[in-house]
C-alpha cells in the first residue's frame, strides 16, 4: 500500500513557475512508476509526466515537453514536477500516482495509487 500526497500548487501568473511535490509513504517507493496527470473542470483527466522506477527515464505531453520537468528521490520518497513557462490552459488539478507493476506508463489504468490532487491556476 502507497499513500501519496501532493503539494506545491497554488494561484501563479502566466509565464510563472511552481513546483509541485508528491511524497510518498509505504515501502518500496523506488519500485514503482511514478507519473503526474492533471483534470480541468468538464475535461477528462490527462497524462502529464511519468518517469520509470529505475534508470530515471521520463516521458511528458505534448503540451508540456520543455516546459515540464518530472525527477525523483527515492531516499526521500519523493516525486517532483518543475512547471516553468506557465499557461492559463495549464490550470487544472494535479494528481501524483504510483504504478506497481510498469516500468513507466502515460496510462490513467496503469496506476494504482493516487494522491487527492493539488490545484494549479494559471493566470492570463
Known amino acids: 500500500q502507497v499513500q501519496l500526497v501532493e503539494s506545491g500548487g497554488g494561484l501563479v501568473q502566466a509565464g510563472g513557475s511552481l513546483r509541485l511535490s508528491c511524497a510518498a509513504s509505504g515501502r518500496s517507493f523506488s519500485s514503482y512508476a511514478m507519473g503526474w496527470f492533471r483534470q480541468a473542470p468538464g475535461k477528462e483527466r490527462e497524462f502529464v509526466s511519468t518517469i520509470s522506477r529505475s534508470f530515471g527515464r521520463t516521458d511528458y505531453a505534448a503540451s508540456v515537453k520543455g516546459r515540464f520537468t518530472i525527477s525523483r528521490d527515492n531516499a526521500k520518497n519523493t516525486v517532483y514536477l518543475q512547471m516553468n513557462s506557465l499557461k492559463p490552459e495549464d490550470t487544472a488539478v494535479y494528481y501524483c500516482?504510483?504504478?506497481?507493476?510498469?516500468?513507466?506508463?502515460?496510462?490513467?489504468?496503469?496506476?494504482?495509487?493516487w494522491g487527492q490532487g493539488t490545484q494549479v491556476t494559471v493566470s492570463s
Open positions: 500516482a504510483a504504478a506497481r507493476d510498469s516500468f513507466w506508463s502515460t496510462r490513467t489504468s496503469a496506476y494504482d495509487y
